[in-house]
């Protein structure tokens, strides 16, 4: 079955630091990737994408690396900020799924001044 | 452009009545899909729309629960007899196709069943 699995949090960094979130994957066939993110107060929005293998999917100084050895997908930012602040979310989609997506559980952000 | 939209934001009912959600996806958007997202869980994929047919409605926690669409535009999600354990955020979401395309969420409709 499809499915996705996520670093559990919440994770509380300092401003500057290095950010990863481990994200993992099972799926049958060849599935697209994602990372939602929902900041306080709003709806989730997608963050970044990438759906094929070795692609890498950017946004916001954020960067994905679709694995397909690994089956990951772990989300990084060099430098996080108190605007990071937010629950990120990782997501597949794959053909065999009939066309739902597949979250992961969310990670908590919280970075601090 | 106007985003996803669902009413109400806010629902509190009683254990055993019926609850109507509603979302009005992005105009153009062919998929529609229906979440929900428990406290301290993620998300639960309950049903989807490709147009106003619904593939696969094995995500539907129980029989109490059901969702239509219709013109290829609004949804209502439904659910009977509404229990505690129902309480949660429904969030609903369109894109342009199914698959691979992004995915637009809505602010979400907070259910809260006394």
């Known amino acids: 079955g499809n499915s996705v699995t996520q670093m559990e949090g919440p994770v509380t960094l300092s401003e500057e630091a290095f950010l990863t979130i481990n994200c993992t994957y099972t799926?049958?066939?060849?599935?697209?990737l994602f990372w939602y993110v929902q900041y306080p107060g709003e709806g989730l929005q997608l963050l970044l994408k990438a759906t094929k293998a070795d692609d890498k999917g950017s946004n916001k100084g954020f960067e994905a690396t679709y694995r397909k050895e690994t089956t990951s997908f772990h989300l990084e930012k060099g430098s996080v900020q108190v605007s990071d602040s937010a629950v990120y979310f990782c997501?597949?989609?794959?053909?065999?799924?009939?066309?739902?997506?597949?979250f992961g559980t969310g990670t908590s952000l919280t970075v601090i001044p | 452009g106007a985003g996803v939209s669902q009413s109400p934001s806010n629902k509190v009912t009683e254990k055993g009545k019926d609850v109507e959600l509603r979302c009005d996806p992005i105009?153009?958007?062919?998929?529609l899909y229906w979440y929900r997202q428990s406290l301290g869980q993620g998300l639960e994929f309950l049903i989807y729309f490709q147009g106003n047919s619904a593939p696969d409605k094995s995500g539907l926690p129980s029989d109490r629960f059901s969702a239509e669409r219709t013109g290829g535009s609004v949804s209502t999600l439904t659910i009977q007899r509404t229990q505690q354990e129902d309480s949660a955020v429904y969030l609903c979401?369109?894109?342009?196709?199914?698959?691979?395309?992004?995915?637009?969420f809505g602010p979400g409709t907070r259910l809260t069943v006394t």
């Open positions: 105009s153009g958007h062919t998929a």
């Open positions: 979401a369109s894109s342009l196709q199914t698959n691979t395309y992004e995915q637009y």
């Open positions: 799926a049958t066939g060849y599935p697209s």
């Open positions: 997501a597949l989609s794959a053909p065999s799924g009939g066309n739902q997506f597949y």
